[in-house]
């Protein structure tokens, strides 16, 4: 399966998120419409990342235009997680505006807890009804009861993404292609889609979810569960 067949991304930094890319949106837009996406999300790093955005960006974000060079464009953040309570970087006000959240931990800004506080703070960040994606909690960093998360995800119509940055070669949190596929299998059993999404910091990665299809085709994943290949049920789910 050829990753450039799927029409959406979603998990994508700009140079707003403060590292790793100077690109910007109209840069990442010309980046998608040349692979072919259909869809296009924008989820620069929230304001507790270092260096990375304020509320104030993500407060302008609504008047933003939501077609550029033929590509639909919506704009999310990728909050990040505190505590183990799921308390969020960005207030209530923000994330209502917003076309979509994706929930995040990342250790230089929360410290990984024992399975039970991580799980908690995942289990959280899923009831919230602001927060329509968990990203990357494949990272074996913080250990989780995935079996937990998944019947919490499949309740709340919250979705798992498989993060194609965890399982590039030169991914850097751990080793998380079992993590992964333990979340493939949970998925299928409960039949409940994921979103393979690129994270990618700039043009370099936009669709490119290569790194995924073989995991994919390992857990035997039928392509209706996957996201990325419906734009309308996508939608569905982030309504």
Do not use: W
Not at 20 to 25: E, F, K, Q, R, V
């Amino acid at each position: 399966m050829n990753p450039t067949t799927y029409q959406a991304d979603l998990h994508t930094h700009t140079i707003a998120s403060g590292h790793g890319s100077s690109a910007t949106i109209t840069d990442m837009a010309k980046a998608a419409a040349a692979k072919g996406l259909q869809l296009l999300g924008i989820s620069d790093h929230g304001p507790a990342t270092p260096g990375g955005t304020t509320p104030s960006y993500f407060r302008s974000l609504t008047q933003a235009p939501k077609n550029r060079l033929g590509v639909s464009i919506l704009y999310g953040a990728e909050a990040n997680i505190l505590d183990c309570s799921g308390t969020l970087d960005l207030s209530e006000d923000i994330l209502k505006r917003l076309d979509y959240t994706i929930a995040s931990m990342h250790p230089a800004i929360t410290k990984p807890g024992t399975k039970e506080e991580n799980t908690n703070a995942y289990l959280a960040a899923i009831k919230n009804p602001y927060v329509q994606i968990i990203g990357h909690c494949d990272d074996s960093r913080y250990p989780v009861d995935y079996p937990a998360l998944v019947s919490a995800a499949a309740s709340h119509r919250t979705i798992f993404e498989i993060n194609a940055a965890s399982l590039r070669p030169d991914g850097y949190r751990g080793d998380t292609r079992q993590n992964n596929l333990m979340l493939l299998h949970l998925c299928k059993h409960y039949d409940h889609p994921v979103l393979l999404s690129s994270d990618s910091h700039g043009t370099a990665h936009i669709g490119d979810f290569s790194s995924t299809l073989a995991l994919l085709q390992l857990a035997e994943m039928p392509k209706r569960l996957i996201l990325n290949d419906s734009i309308e049920k996508l939608r569905m789910f982030l309504a």
